[in-house]
């Protein structure tokens, strides 16, 4: 009894942790981009660098976090898209009200706090496809099963390389580079890349929601185990999480060399 329930929990937690995972650590990347992006801009060009980015970056975060809002039906009070506060630091804000002991409202205040990445990946692919047509490559292979699933790693890898290979060597062609689409695709991205990540004040609205989000999937994971649904929890998981993170990772592909060239800009004009 005691070796099934542990078996059983485990099976869980994986699962937990397949599902979340992957989108985590393309998160922390582009969190690194914009740190990076922000840094070298305000260097480049100090307190103004906040205008260059926020006008179109800040307007898709806050927007990013007030559609999450519609969606799980939390009222919004305020919705400020760009105001910069030199006194605060506050660039715009979404006021949302919403009811504690609602449990759809509860679940939602975290997708509501990291709606931004979301928000701003989709924002950027869509800019890729509209002005560079041709560039966006979705790698076509089949995610691996798991992480053990060393083959199906390998077929990724090389997948993923092919699609950002393509990629680039079609957005960096010498009719593009003469040209004034790409420059103005990779303007937007640093915008929108520049203000991506949630703010402090979003990770801390979003962490009642993040602890309901982990009790439920807890529950619903047991009931799963105890129904003999575990293998295929977790391959749900599993495609639903590195199918996110993928997504990110992408963009972050993107964003990577936008992030050092402003850095090193930043420091060559410090």
């Known amino acids: 009894m005691a070796d099934s329930i542990f078996t059983g929990a485990l ?13 985590a650590v393309a998160s922390v990347v582009l969190h690194w981009t914009e740190r990076r992006m922000t840094g070298g801009l305000m260097r480049i060009a100090g307190r ?54 609602n449990p759809l409202h509860v679940v939602g205040a975290f997708f509501i706090g990291m709606a931004p990445l979301l928000g701003g990946a989709a924002v950027i692919l869509v800019l890729l496809h509209l002005l560079l047509p041709g560039a966006l490559a979705v790698p076509q ?6 992480p053990g699933d060393s083959a199906g790693w390998a077929a990724l890898g090389q997948g993923l390389g092919d699609a950002l290979h393509h990629t680039l060597r079609t957005m960096f062609t010498a009719e593009n580079v003469g040209g004034w689409r790409l420059w103005v695709f990779l303007y937007l991205s640093l915008c929108v890349g520049s203000h991506v990540s949630p703010s402090p004040q979003d990770f801390k609205g979003s962490l009642v929601g993040g602890l309901a989000v982990f009790a439920l999937l807890i529950v619903g994971g047991g009931i799963a185990v105890a129904a003999g649904a ?23 592909a993107i964003n990577i060399p936008l992030a050092l060239a402003v850095s090193f800009l930043g420091r060559f004009r410090g």
Do not use: Q
């Not at 099976?11 to 989108?23: C, K």
């Not at 799980?72 to 949302?96: A, C, Q, S, W």
């Not at 293998?231 to 993928?246: C, D, K, N, Q, V």
């Open 48 to 101: 103004w660098a906040v205008m260059l980015t926020g006008w179109l970056g800040v307007p898709i975060h806050e927007l990013s976090h007030a559609l999450m809002c519609v969606v799980f039906r939390h009222r919004i009070e305020k919705l400020v898209l760009f105001h910069p506060d030199p006194e605060t630091g506050t660039l715009g804000y979404v006021n949302h009200s919403w009811n504690r002991k």
């Open 11 to 23: 099976t869980v937690l994986t699962a937990i942790g397949l599902l979340f995972g992957p989108p």
């Open 230 to 252: 575990g293998p295929r929890l977790a391959s749900l998981a599993w495609t639903a999480g590195l199918s996110t993170g993928l997504l990110l990772s992408f963009v972050a």
């Open 141 to 146: 292979v089949a995610l691996p099963s798991g």
